[in-house]
C-alpha cells in the first residue's frame, strides 16, 4: 500500500528556513517521480515542485522558484523540500506525492501533510 509520511514543518519567522522530509513506502521509490503539493487555508492544493526519477532534473512554481530545493535519496525512499526565504504566504499544508516516471497521473494517495507557518 503506498504510504507517504511528511515532517519537519513548523513555524518559522519570515526570511527563515526549514527542511521538508517525505519517507514513501509501498512502490519502486527510484523509478517514481516526485512531488511536492501544498494547501492553504481555503484554496486548492497547487503542486510546488517536481523531481524526475529518471533524470533527477527538476520543476519548480514560479511562486518557490529560487527559494525551494527538491532533492531526493533513494537510498532512504525519501524526498526532500529545503525551504529558504519564506514568505507568509508560504503557510500551508505540505504534502508528497508519486507517479510512475512515464504515467501523467498523481497518486490519489496522501499523507497528513506537515503544517508550515510563516510569521510576519
Known amino acids: 500500500q503506498v504510504q507517504f509520511v511528511e515532517s519537519g514543518g513548523g513555524l518559522v519567522q519570515s526570511g527563515g528556513s526549514l527542511r521538508l522530509s517525505c519517507a514513501a513506502s509501498?512502490?519502486?521509490?527510484?523509478?517514481?517521480?516526485m512531488s511536492w503539493y501544498r494547501q492553504a487555508p481555503e484554496k486548492e492544493r497547487e503542486l510546488v515542485a517536481v523531481?524526475?526519477?529518471?533524470?533527477?532534473?527538476?520543476r519548480y512554481a514560479d511562486s518557490v522558484k529560487g527559494r525551494f530545493t527538491i532533492s531526493r535519496d533513494n537510498a532512504k525512499n525519501t524526498v526532500y523540500l529545503q525551504m529558504n526565504s519564506l514568505k507568509p504566504e508560504d503557510t500551508a499544508v505540505y504534502y508528497c506525492?508519486?507517479?510512475?516516471?512515464?504515467?501523467?497521473?498523481?497518486?490519489?494517495?496522501w499523507g497528513q501533510g506537515t503544517q508550515v507557518t510563516v510569521s510576519s
Open positions: 506525492n508519486a507517479r510512475p516516471a512515464y504515467e501523467s497521473v498523481w497518486s490519489p494517495y
Open positions: 509501498g512502490f519502486t521509490f527510484s523509478t517514481y517521480t
Open positions: 523531481i524526475f526519477s529518471t533524470t533527477g532534473k527538476t
